[in-house]
């Protein structure tokens, strides 16, 4: 196993799954994945003292169980949880107007559920670099692309890559947004977008880092960088233009602006092929085409310097983004904003900002703040 490997693994341990003396992993993954899956094992024994559980997956269903990285037999159940996907193509479109969830799933489209309780253990996501992921990137990138994009993101070839400033950093700006009381806003980019808005009441900045009730924090995509929140839709108004590079039913868009009312894409421009697909997207939800969310992510953050991940938790993270359809629901703190949230089957990221962006909020007097501008997020 490579150095790079090496340090992912340290990575999802340390930094996104934050292991404990006497935690137990439970590694689901497929063949594909075995040997990094037990070096994970191997480097989560020197910190928790316990084995891991390995499920290898089949067909979506877990088919096996073995117990590695352990010398006798594991007698507790499993405190944090790691998916090792194996990076699949998107495949074809089907052809029927309706798709099941299962197919939206594959797409990378399916929205969470509202109501999701808080989790009560870690539970972690990480994409293994792969010959299948880099080729749909880049048809001659194979493995090295693809193995590049992770130690970019993570600074794995540099001597600091555990340091975890930027988490810090990010959950201070979240709580300083907060106490702003920010009720509307507007974003103004000379690249195509101009949108004014205001947030959903019962809504506050999230971040994709969670902190259990224990006060025990993780990551669950691995890597984080963005702060979100969700909009009240009916409120949105004005257009906008993508910025970067985003993926739409395994097809990636280079070029997408719209005009909004109320909430709702009225009008839209892009490519024959992409117009397609986003009406095919459409058709989905009646609540598919109304904006539901904004994430606000600085342009100095290492997610914003690469152009394309094809993960759309991470593509989210490069900047300003716009959510179509369902939001998530970490940013809904009360019932009544959980009802009236965008309820919708399917999401969909855009990303619209770049360092020209300015985002501006209204506070509860009235007085106008500078919430983003030249790329960051004001103190």
């Known amino acids: 196993m490579n150095m790079l490997m090496e340090r992912y693994a340290d990575i999802i341990i340390k930094r996104a799954l934050s292991l404990e003396k006497g935690d137990v992993l439970s590694i689901n993954t497929e063949e594909a994945n075995s040997d990094f899956a037990h070096l994970i094992a191997k480097k989560a024994a020197a910190v928790t003292g316990n084995g891991s559980y390995i499920q290898n997956i089949e067909n979506g269903r877990v088919v096996s169980t073995e117990e590695a990285a352990s010398d006798y037999p594991i007698e507790k159940s499993a405190t944090a949880l790691l998916y090792l996907p194996v990076y699949k193509s998107y495949g074809k479109l089907p052809e029927e107007s309706l798709l099941s969830a299962a197919d939206i799933q594959r797409f990378r489209h399916l929205s969470e559920p509202l109501d999701n309780p808080l989790p009560s253990r870690p539970f972690v996501?990480?994409?293994v670099p792969s010959e299948e992921w880099g080729r749909f990137l880049d048809e001659e990138g194979g493995l090295r692309l693809s193995s590049s994009l992770i130690e970019a993101l993570l600074s794995l070839g540099e001597d600091s890559y555990m340091e975890e400033?930027?988490?810090?950093?990010?959950?201070?700006?979240?709580?300083?947004?907060n106490e702003m009381k920010i009720s509307k806003g507007r974003i103004a980019d000379e690249e195509g977008t101009d949108i004014t808005f205001s947030f959903l009441p019962g809504s506050e900045f999230a971040t994709t880092?969670?902190?259990?009730?224990?006060?025990?924090?993780?990551?669950?995509?691995v890597y984080?960088?963005?702060i979100f929140r969700a909009l009240d839709s009916s409120s949105v108004n004005g257009y906008f233009t993508s910025t970067r590079p985003f993926m739409l039913f395994g097809h990636i868009v280079h070029s997408f602006s719209a005009r909004?009312?109320?909430?709702?894409?009225?009008?839209?421009?892009?490519?024959?092929?992409?117009?397609?697909?986003?009406?095919?997207?459409?058709?989905?939800d009646e609540k598919?085409?109304?904006?539901?969310?904004?994430?606000?992510?600085?342009?100095?953050?290492?997610?914003s310097q690469i152009d394309f991940f094809a993960i759309p938790e991470w593509d989210r993270m490069r900047g300003i983004a716009i959510t179509l359809g369902g939001p998530r629901p970490d940013s809904l703190v009360s019932d009544d904003a959980r009802r009236a949230a965008v309820d919708s089957l399917v999401t969909l990221s855009i990303p619209i900002g770049s360092d020209t962006a300015l985002v501006t909020g209204?506070?509860?007097?009235?007085?106008?703040?500078?919430?983003?501008?030249?790329g960051f997020i004001k103190e």
Do not use: W
């Open 224 to 226: 984080a960088a963005d």
């Open 165 to 177: 400033t930027e988490t810090e950093v990010i959950l201070y700006e979240r709580d300083r947004l």
């Open 209 to 221: 880092i969670v902190k259990l009730e224990n006060g025990r924090k993780f990551i669950p995509t």
């Open 362 to 374: 209204l506070d509860e007097d009235g007085d106008e703040i500078t919430l983003m501008e030249d």
């Open 125 to 127: 996501t990480a994409p």
């Open 260 to 284: 909004v009312e109320n909430g709702r894409i009225t009008d839209y421009s892009t490519d024959d092929l992409s117009a397609d697909l986003f009406e095919t997207y459409l058709r989905q």
């Open 288 to 303: 598919a085409g109304y904006l539901s969310e904004l994430t606000l992510a600085e342009e100095s953050n290492a997610a």
